[in-house]
């Protein structure tokens, strides 16, 4: 694993490498603006009436306040 990218794994199988820079100005545009969704791998990034959605193949989840922060916060 590389400081510089960020790996997303699910059920203990790596789905998505971004670099972190990328994500970081995602996730900083996505807290202010209306923004494109983010792919990256088997995931996508997304907003939603404000919510951040992750999709993971198929499975789709809607972030809470309390999730939003953990992960710019790990970002």
Partial sequence: MRR???HLK??????AVMPR??????L???AEVAVRPLAAGSV???????ALLLTVGCARY???DE?????????
């Fill in 62 to 64: 809607r972030l809470t």
């Fill in 44 to 50: 996508v990034w997304a907003l939603d009436l404000g």
């Fill in 4 to 6: 510089e990218t960020v």
């Fill in 28 to 30: 900083a545009e996505a």
């Fill in 21 to 26: 820079r990328s994500f970081a100005v995602w």
């Fill in 10 to 15: 699910h059920e203990l199988v790596e789905v």
């Fill in 67 to 75: 999730s939003r922060r953990q992960v710019v916060l790990l970002v």
